[in-house]
């Protein structure tokens, strides 16, 4: 993929989250990367949606410095750049601040598995990453939040739930392209609704049982996986 066709991927993935209603105002930003050249295209900081156009995509190293674009990029870069630099195998990441989601980022909670559709998607709860330090905040937060992102899947492949809330903040999502992140987005904060009603339709419900959960989650992204198309 050369950078034009990336510019283009990065600037629809960013469309792709307002027609999915997963931000508002500037409150969000995607970015995909070219391992080849070790830059990616992210959304330039505070650039409405509505006039937001696919030449305004800041270009950007994996030391966070700007390589095209007059543009400032998104505040969140450092975030994204400790991802890249810490998962080889991700080529794009997207934070929102998704009504769901974030609502359980704000309670400070993991966004709990109780049923297949958000077993298809991940194998258990998605993750509550800890609140960051005032030392963290202080010394660069952006940064630190991306860090703490990576603390948190320590043990566990990054693929495995691509997604996280960060405590009092908001959703990460990643994926194997820019275009994949946003959609990880949306089915993230889809399961999180689900488990919100479902929560206020049967407050006393556990988690889906183990071996259903199994099942619907290797079906899908099992080495023996038949769901979907070849």
Known sequence: MNLKELRDEVYEANVRLVEDKLVVLTWGNASGID???GIFLIKPSGVPYAKLRPEHLVAVDLEAKVVEGTMNPSSDTPTHVELYKAW???GGVVHTHSTYATSFA???LPIPCQGTTHADFCPGDVP???ALTKDEVEEGYEKNTGLAIIEDFAKR???ECPGAILSHHGP???GKNALKAAENAVILENVALMALLTR???P???PIPAHILNKHYMRKHGPDAYYGQK
Do not use: L
């Open 200 to 202: 206020q339709i049967n």
């Open 88 to 90: 080889p195998e991700i």
């Open 172 to 174: 990460f999502t990643w």
């Open 157 to 159: 492949p990054p693929m």
């Open 35 to 37: 391992r080849d050249k």
């Open 128 to 130: 509550c990453v800890r």
């Open 204 to 206: 006393a419900i556990g």
């Open 106 to 108: 704000q309670a400070c």
